[in-house]
């Protein structure tokens, strides 16, 4: 079992069941995945292959003590990330880490997901994988330094996950030269890693500089209304190409987008206090609390009032 601590409620599995290989139906094929920590490797305790069939929910925020989880997505439009209360967009080719003792989430994942995973401990005292104190240190030090959580990822990181996955579930007998192999490919994933934090830069696809500063706006002041005629007026832009534009770098239209800015406003006002939900609702330019209450459960996964409760029993 991979270490995880759940911050605040939502329809993510239990601790209990996150690290079970799940088969999945049609509609979701599910996780194949293995605990490399069996054949003896020190600091590797989970890596995963996921796919997912149709659009799934995933709201809970949570940390893995002590350990450093890299998502790399290799297929799916729009993975939203968070970090730290922070949201971004995970596209293919591109990978997410989250540092130990760092809230995060990846908040749903749509329909043609394909992504692998990686969760490894790091040690002052004892290292990681094949590398020592000395140098996991200095690995995480550059990657802490890295601008941002989402970075192109080198092409060889995917190679590794694939040879990692297939020498794991290929090994009937743990002798000490398939350790070895698969230890060597999980240290390639992490240089990768480190390497993909140290250039610091997202992929060509999320360079769109005009719609991240619409963004941006809309981010930061989420209570102002932004009719789609206006932003095509101020930015040059007919409507179809200003919608098609802002979905490929964002993952979502517009408005979509304001909405889910609005909803993690609300998310922040309520967190661990009681608060008036038909005030914030109006507060937030939604017409009532029925309205408010279903685009919360669009983006949120569940009614305001149970994610509130949960964030603070959490």
């Not at 999980?186 to 696809?205: P, W």
């Amino acid at each position: 079992m991979y270490p995880v601590r759940y911050i605040c409620g939502g329809n993510r599995p239990t601790a209990a069941d996150a690290p079970a290989v799940r088969t999945g139906s049609r509609e979701e094929q599910g996780e194949h995945g293995f605990s490399p920590a069996t054949f003896g490797i020190c600091g590797a305790e989970w890596i995963a292959m996921t796919r997912f069939g149709r659009m799934t929910r995933l709201c809970t925020s949570h940390v893995h003590p002590g350990c450093v989880e890299i998502i790399l997505c290799m297929r799916g439009d729009g993975i939203r990330c968070m970090t730290c209360g922070k949201v971004d967009i995970l596209r293919p080719g591109e990978m997410f880490v989250a540092f130990p003792d760092e809230p995060h989430c990846v908040l749903d994942s749509p329909k043609g997901r394909h992504n692998y995973t990686f969760l490894f401990r790091v040690s002052p005292r004892t290292g990681t994988l094949g590398f020592s104190c000395r140098e996991t240190k200095r690995l995480l030090d550059i990657m802490r330094a890295a601008p941002g959580r989402i970075f192109a990822a080198p092409a060889t990181m995917g190679i590794a996950f694939q040879t990692t996955l297939r020498m794991c579930g290929a090994a009937d007998v743990h002798d000490a030269a398939t350790t070895a192999q698969i230890r060597h490919s999980l240290e390639a994933i992490v240089l990768d890693a480190v390497q993909a934090c140290r250039r610091g830069v997202r992929s060509v696809s999320s360079g769109d500089v005009l719609v991240r500063e619409i963004a941006e706006e809309i981010r930061r002041n989420p209570l102002v209304p932004y009719p789609l005629d206006d932003l095509c007026v101020r930015y040059g832009m007919s409507k179809s190409v200003l919608v098609t534009r802002f979905k490929c770098a964002m993952g979502l239209p517009p408005h979509s987008y304001l909405l889910r800015c609005r909803i993690e406003l609300a998310q922040r006002s309520m967190m661990g206090k009681r608060c008036d939900l038909t005030a914030l609702a109006h507060k937030l330019g939604f017409s009532s609390l029925p309205h408010f209450t279903r685009a919360f459960r669009e983006v949120a996964g569940v009614p305001p009032r149970q994610w509130m409760a949960a964030a603070r029993t959490g």
